[in-house]
């Protein structure tokens, strides 16, 4: 079971009332008309399967029914933070593969010394 | 004031009205406990119940000047007046829960729209949607504890707090009003499920309803 913060009610809350809806940060093209097939293919149909972080939309909908985001791992399904909508991201893929490396630096470095 | 069409629910002429709960009782009955009892259950039928939304600045102004009664603006806080009688929940960031004595929910509807005048704002009366059922005693807790998703330790949620929370697989709305009085507000359809379900969990502390 996850217990996921609800960045609205301000604590954490059981899995059971929220709903999981789909990738987030899509945006919409501001002039459909003037958008390739492809490009409106891309934003009705196409979706993000990465493999680790991965930012989603959540509904707390036994709640404040409030949508929000949710950064989570999905190899690990680790819930590694949750925000507003409209706000950016703290911890992305680039974030988390940087933060890696430097521990792996810092590790050899280790070994040296 | 604000064009919105608005109405009384409430009728003068003679409907028979009936709580959510009147099926219920008939169909289930209203338990009595022979001896003393750990747990009362008691519906606060035919409550009048408003669902303000709009900007928290906006509605707190209206709020205090109609009824008195400053809107919680922290999540998942509950404030009464001094009677306990009429009382405003948090229920998300736009949204509140009014409750007031039968009857009065129109005049202050009402006077609410007066006072809003051309904001940005939305009012609806649900009390035909709605009851509130109010548990107490020692056990009301330990009832909780097996329905609700949510932690109920009083740690966790004090005097004057209330949440929107999954019970038994339905919605329901649970507050503390006082340190040992719970209150449970819940969908008109569910209300038979909701009942027959706090009657089998109730029995082992010998529930007993005070109609």
Redesign the interface.
Known sequence: MFYIYCPYCGEHREEEEFHPKGQAHLERPKEPEACSDEEWGDYLFFRDNPRGVHHEMWVHAVGCRKFFNVTRHTVSYEILETYKMGEQPSITADSQSQAREGAAVSQQEGVRA | MSNAATFDTRTETAIPVESPLAYSYRRSGAPQAGGPSRLQLRERAMLGHLILRGGAIVLDEAVRDVLGLNLPGQ??TLVQDASGERSIQW???D?WLVIVPGGEEFPLETKLREQLGSAHFAISDVSGGQTLIELSGEAARELLMKTV??DVHPSHFPVGKG????FAKA?TILRRPSEDRWELVIRRSFADYCYRWLLDAGAEFGINVQQ
């Open positions: 999540p998942q229920l998300s960031p949204e998703v949510y949440v929107t929370t999954v919605t």
